[in-house]
């Protein structure tokens, strides 16, 4: 399998984000950089997100996604409904993994059972 893309704000924030600028006040600078990321479904509107996610799945021709959340991470959790439908509708397997921290044997043995059947 490929990673073609994530939705996790925190990774790509580091790798995509704007460079900072060391002109003028830095605190603000790091702000600006770090808001100019992903949008995020804690500060965010849902719809916008997954209408962008929508066209990026269609765009780079996806053929499955794994859906990863932290374990109590709610804003993720009331995000995957709308996932699995649109999902759904597009005809796209999805497997939800959470992530507990004790659980790497298990997930592994998800995702590969995932990628057998994709």
Known sequence: MNIVG???PESRRLIFAPEVS?????YENIAKSLLAGLP??????F???LKADRDELLQKQ??????LTQKYCEPYDYLFPSY???LDELQIP???VTETGSSAKNAALAIETFADLL
């Not at 995020?40 to 509107?45: C, H, L, N, V």
């Open 84 to 86: 699995k439908r649109m």
């Open 40 to 45: 995020s479904p804690s500060q965010d509107a």
């Open 94 to 96: 999805v497997l939800r």
């Open 62 to 67: 996806v053929q499955g996604v794994i859906f």
């Open 22 to 26: 060391p002109e003028g006040d830095i």
């Open 47 to 49: 719809a916008e997100i």
């Open 6 to 8: 994530d939705r996790l």
